[in-house]
């Protein structure tokens, strides 16, 4: 499980969170939505460590996150990136096998090639993809390595930031079904952040939405239409009549 | 009054923030050597900047001396004739190429060369969450990046340095024998007798902190850069203008030091 408490960050004067509380209980996926520039990535980064709070604590199963032992807790999570975040200067399958060619889950340079395969056979890419490199890749076959890649080590923990962004309705309803076999294939703990509403309803257990630094609202996916909070509201109708302003 | 403290304020600013600069470089030198003796080592990323520093510098190395040397020797030549002291060439060559011009050459060409790719890399990579993403594998960016590049600054360049004295002497050697009359046999002993070991030492030493000013300042504006194309382009500005003064600066700092020992 991972909790926030009270969580801070400030840039200069720009107050991004102003104290996030938020649960992901284990083997669910939360979904976390809020306008550009609420602090949806901040948040995400906070938790991996990539962002270091000013104040309040992160904890994966009761252990701060702060203090834990980097390695072993990033071996625990797996990351599909925004834009995919693919290295450029590897070929596509060592970029999917990236963590099991060093460090202390490295194979043999012949398993980690296999296993590279196997899960770009998983996100639906063939075994001709593996010897190219990410910028002979289409945007949509960027993402799906990127999933590849967030999956290669089985980690129990995945995150997905804004996972379908720039993709056509087609392609974001195929990472979207992808996305949530793989998690419930896989029983991870996933938080995943967008404003595509149709991934929310594909992909969500829970929902949180960040607004003006804090939890404005948090339940099941379920109860969202229904939720009575004018913020989520506005947000779902994608209105600009509401509490929240349009123009920021 | 309020005029006095505006003055001392036009001038605290900058330099307040010319040192808290120089902290984070020498926090980050300091990161980059101690990572560089700490397992684990990644030998391919090594490899691959060695040929990236080293091996594909050499043609613009070559060029550079050579051309300075042989400009050198007409120099020295036409210079030395207003007092009677044309035969002087071949020693001034050598020891004008191996102390200074050598190293000082060879460091800002690859200032120009290597100190630009690495920043433009590092900061693009930052840019497009590349950098997160290493931290994600369990891949520290100091260890993957910085420490091959640096290391690779640190062994090659005093290679390079090595082999742009040599391509420097024999610039001034082919223009001193081709054009200027000397007795290629009388130039090559002269050249030979007047260099001392120090001489040489102190060019290598030299192309070792070129190396790695040259190096580490690419690392470290690549990963400092700012948001989008135009952090990437000033990255890469600041990174090469930054090593190419600061390569001028220890030499004249080393020289000081080497020749007054």
């Given at each position: 499980?991972i909790?926030?408490?009270?969580?801070?960050?400030a840039?200069?004067?720009n107050?991004?969170?102003r104290?996030?509380?938020?649960?992901i209980?284990?083997?669910?996926?939360?979904?976390?939505?809020?306008?550009?520039?609420t602090?949806?990535?901040?948040?995400?980064?906070?938790i991996?460590?990539?962002?270091t709070?000013?104040?309040?604590?992160?904890?994966?199963?009761?252990e701060?996150?702060?203090k834990a032992?980097?390695?072993?807790f990033?071996a625990?999570?797996?990351?599909?990136f925004?834009?995919?975040?693919l290295?450029?200067s590897?070929p596509v399958w060592?970029?999917v096998?990236?963590?099991l060619?060093?460090g202390?889950l490295k194979r043999?340079k012949?398993?980690a090639?296999?296993?590279?395969?196997?899960?770009?056979r998983r996100?639906?890419l063939k075994s001709?993809?593996?010897?190219?490199?990410?910028?002979?890749?289409?945007?949509?076959?960027?993402?799906r390595?990127g999933?590849a890649?967030?999956?290669?080590?089985?980690?129990?923990i995945?995150?997905?930031?804004e996972?379908?962004t720039?993709?056509d309705?087609?392609?974001?309803?195929?990472?979207?079904?992808l996305?949530r076999e793989i998690?419930?294939?896989m029983g991870a703990?996933?938080m995943?952040?967008t404003?595509?509403m149709?991934?929310?309803?594909a992909?969500a257990?829970?929902v949180?939405?960040?607004?003006d630094?804090?939890?404005?609202?948090?339940g099941?996916v379920?109860?969202?239409?229904?939720?009575?909070?004018?913020?989520?509201?506005?947000?779902?109708?994608?209105?600009?009549d509401?509490?929240?302003?349009s123009?920021r | 009054m309020?005029?006095?403290?505006a003055?001392?304020?036009s001038?605290?600013?900058?330099?307040?923030?010319g040192?808290a600069?120089?902290?984070?470089?020498?926090?980050?030198?300091g990161q980059?050597?101690s990572?560089m003796?700490?397992?684990?080592?990644y030998?391919?990323e090594i490899?691959?900047?060695?040929m990236n520093v080293g091996?594909?510098?050499?043609?613009?190395?070559?060029?550079?001396a050579?051309f300075?040397?042989?400009?050198?020797?007409?120099?020295i030549y036409s210079g030395?004739a207003?007092f009677n002291?044309?035969?002087?060439?071949?020693?001034?060559?050598?020891?004008?190429?191996?102390r200074?011009?050598?190293?000082?050459l060879?460091g800002l060409m690859?200032?120009?060369r290597?100190?630009?790719?690495?920043?433009?890399?590092i900061?693009?990579?930052k840019?497009?969450?590349?950098?997160?993403?290493?931290?994600?594998?369990?891949?520290?960016p100091m260890?993957?990046?910085?420490v091959?590049?640096v290391?690779?600054?640190?062994?090659?360049?005093?290679?390079?340095?090595?082999?742009?004295?040599?391509?420097?002497?024999?610039?001034g050697?082919?223009v001193?024998?081709k054009?200027?009359g000397f007795?290629p046999a009388?130039y090559?002993?002269?050249?030979v007798?007047?260099?001392?070991?120090r001489?040489?030492v102190?060019?290598?030493?030299?192309?070792a902190?070129f190396?790695?000013?040259a190096?580490l300042?690419?690392?470290y504006?690549?990963?400092?850069?700012?948001?989008?194309?135009?952090?990437?382009g000033r990255?890469?500005?600041?990174?090469v203008?930054?090593?190419?003064?600061?390569?001028?600066?220890?030499?004249?700092i080393?020289t000081?030091?080497?020749?007054a020992l």
């Open positions: 499980m909790e926030l408490a009270d969580v801070h960050k840039f200069g004067s107050k991004v969170l104290g996030v509380n938020l649960t209980p284990k083997g669910t996926s939360l979904v976390v939505i809020g306008g550009s520039g602090g949806k990535s901040i948040c995400l980064k906070s991996l460590g990539l962002v709070p000013d104040s309040g604590t992160i904890t994966l199963d009761g701060d996150v702060t032992d980097r390695d072993s990033l625990r999570f797996g990351m599909l925004q834009g995919g975040a290295f450029d590897l060592q970029n096998a990236f963590r060619l060093r202390s043999p012949d398993e090639r296999a296993i590279a395969i196997e899960k770009l996100v639906g001709e993809v593996a010897d190219l490199f990410p910028a002979e890749l289409s945007g949509g076959m960027q993402k390595v999933l890649r967030a999956i290669a080590a089985e980690p129990e995945i995150f997905f930031d996972p379908t720039g993709l309705p087609i392609m974001s309803g195929v990472i979207n079904e996305i998690v419930v294939e703990t996933a995943t952040i404003h595509d149709t991934s929310v309803r992909i257990d829970n949180a939405m960040l607004h630094g804090v939890i404005q609202w948090t099941p379920a109860q969202m239409d229904n939720s009575g909070d004018p913020y989520l509201d506005q947000f779902i109708r994608g209105s600009a509401g509490p929240i302003e123009v | 309020s005029w006095i403290i003055v001392l304020a001038i605290g600013q900058p330099v307040t923030r040192l600069s120089l902290g984070r470089l020498t926090i980050f030198a980059a050597l990572h003796i700490r397992a684990p080592f030998f391919k490899l691959q900047s060695i091996y594909f510098s050499l043609p613009v190395v070559g060029l550079t050579i300075t040397g042989g400009a050198l020797a007409l120099q030395g207003r002291a044309e035969a002087v060439v071949p020693q001034i060559v050598a020891i004008g190429m191996v200074e011009l050598g190293p000082v060879v690859i200032a120009a290597v100190t630009s790719s690495i920043a433009a890399e900061a693009t990579m840019v497009t969450e590349q950098i997160d993403a290493l931290v994600t594998l369990s891949t520290h260890k993957y990046l910085t091959p590049r290391l690779s600054g640190l062994i090659m360049v005093p290679l390079l340095v090595g082999i742009g004295d040599i391509i420097g002497i024999l610039g050697y082919i001193g024998t054009s200027l007795n009388a090559l002993k002269n050249t007798d007047f260099i001392e070991a001489d040489v102190s060019s290598l030493i030299k192309g902190a190396g790695f000013i190096t300042l690419g690392c504006h690549g990963m400092h850069t700012g948001r989008g194309a135009q952090g990437v990255a890469t500005k600041t990174a203008e930054s090593a190419a003064i600061l390569i001028l600066a220890a030499n004249f080393l000081s030091i080497l020749f």
